[in-house]
């Protein structure tokens, strides 16, 4: 039987935070008979996060990418319709860069569309009682960039791969500092591992309302 390959990338610590969940999701996933998983672990770093993305789907060739990153603040994992073609970092990144209203990548479209199966993999979600939500920006920090780069390296060079971004609410750990809503390690790893079983699923997306968006 052929062995799917996933390309799981996820975001190191930043913003003063000693942890990233999705790195701690990302540790926690293993592969199986059907799915061999590759893990990557990406700089929080406008261009080099790309660069070190570019080369890793040039050696793996995976036929799936989930890129996951941390979205303090937010209460549901986020699946991620749109990236787009812009950078406006409200704090530096891990380099000091801050770059202010530039594109992620010059003459190419304003933005893409996830190439995941959304509401297939929110409906999963919901079956299984975990908070979840279609979100409708990315942001425009390093996680947008990526997505961004990402989605533009699928539709230029492999246009059988699928992939897409999911961002992650704090740690209950973090949130204490924050005062902000978290999930536990373990829901957010149950998460991810429906959203990958949903996502591998060969069929088309389903219609179904999102319900909330954001
Ligand atoms: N979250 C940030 C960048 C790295 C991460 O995990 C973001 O949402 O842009």
Not at 53 to 64: A, F, I, N, V
Not at 123 to 130: C, F, R, T, Y
Not at 171 to 192: D, F, V
Not at 194 to 206: E, K, R, S, T, Y
Request: charged fraction near 20%; hydrophobic fraction near 45%.
């Amino acid at each position: 039987m052929y062995r799917k390959k996933v390309l799981i990338t996820a975001f190191e610590a930043f913003a003063g935070e000693t942890t990233n969940p999705a790195l701690e999701i990302a540790r926690r996933l293993t592969s199986t008979d059907e799915v061999e998983l590759i893990i990557l672990r990406l700089p929080v770093v406008f261009d080099l996060c790309l660069g070190t993305l570019s080369r890793e789907l040039k050696t793996h060739q995976p036929d799936l990418v989930f890129a996951l990153g941390q979205a303090g603040g937010r209460s549901m994992l986020s699946l991620e319709r749109v990236a787009i073609n812009v950078n406006d970092a409200r704090i530096p990144d891990n380099e000091g860069q801050q770059p202010i209203d530039t594109c992620v990548i010059d003459n190419a479209p304003d933005a893409y569309f996830s190439k995941l199966p959304l509401k297939r993999m929110l409906k999963a979600l919901h079956d299984e009682g975990i908070p979840a939500h279609i979100s409708n920006s990315a942001g425009t920090y390093v996680c947008n960039h990526l997505m961004f780069g990402l989605l533009h390296l699928l539709a230029t060079s492999y246009p059988e791969m699928k992939g897409g971004f999911i961002h992650v609410p704090f740690l209950p750990e973090q949130a204490i500092n924050h005062a902000a809503p978290s999930m536990s390690l373990e829901t957010m790893t149950r998460g991810i591992q429906v959203c990958l079983h949903a996502a591998l699923h060969d069929a088309p997306d389903l219609k179904l309302v999102a319900g909330v968006t954001h």
